[in-house]
């Protein structure tokens, strides 16, 4: 089979790092929730995640396809969630739990990446972390560990941000950046 695509790698991990750093500097209370947030996840976070899990499905990566895949589609139901479009609202138990597996679900992303560059385990081992330390923000319905999980959410987000960048210019001008 000719692989005749880019790796939509970066703008998969773009998305998902400007994202998460956006919604981030909310949970650590440095602005509000609005439409800023609501739209980088449905558009940056979710649909460029979405494309990119579905070129990644083309280049044969199955990890690759899956993780992008399943994290656009969280974008989108979060703003679903948060924006409570289907009227029925959210439970803090429910949305603990939510985090919860979409955490147990990263830590088989994590695994995965065992194998594979320093960097990429970090964001996968990092958004695992940011999945628990919600679930418990949510469980709890404490504020300062809802604080907590905005800074592990900022290293998380800076560490995908950084792969993609690593990834584009290496590309671009030979290995530069460590990965």
Excluded: R
């Amino acid at each position: 089979m000719s692989d005749n695509i880019a790796n939509p790698a970066s703008l998969g991990l773009f998305g998902f790092g400007m994202t998460t750093m956006i919604l981030a500097l909310h949970n650590i209370g440095l602005f509000g929730f609005d439409s800023t947030i609501l739209s980088m996840g449905i558009f940056y976070g979710g649909a460029a995640q979405l494309i990119a899990g579905a070129l990644e499905f083309k280049k044969d990566n199955m990890l690759g396809a899956t993780a992008f895949t399943s994290y656009g589609m969280f974008w989108l139901l979060l703003v679903a969630i948060k924006t409570n479009v289907l009227g029925a609202g959210s439970e803090p138990l429910t949305m603990a739990t939510l985090f919860f597996f979409w955490g147990m679900l990263t830590l088989v992303f994590f695994i995965c990446t065992l194998k594979g560059n320093t960097s990429l385990k970090f964001v996968f081992l990092s958004l695992a972390t940011l999945f628990m330390v919600l679930a418990a923000a949510n469980f709890t319905e404490s504020e300062i560990i809802l604080q907590a999980a905005g800074v592990v959410g900022l290293i998380c987000g800076a560490s995908a941000f950084y792969t993609a960048a690593a990834e584009i210019i290496n590309k671009q001008y030979g290995k530069v950046l460590p990965l």
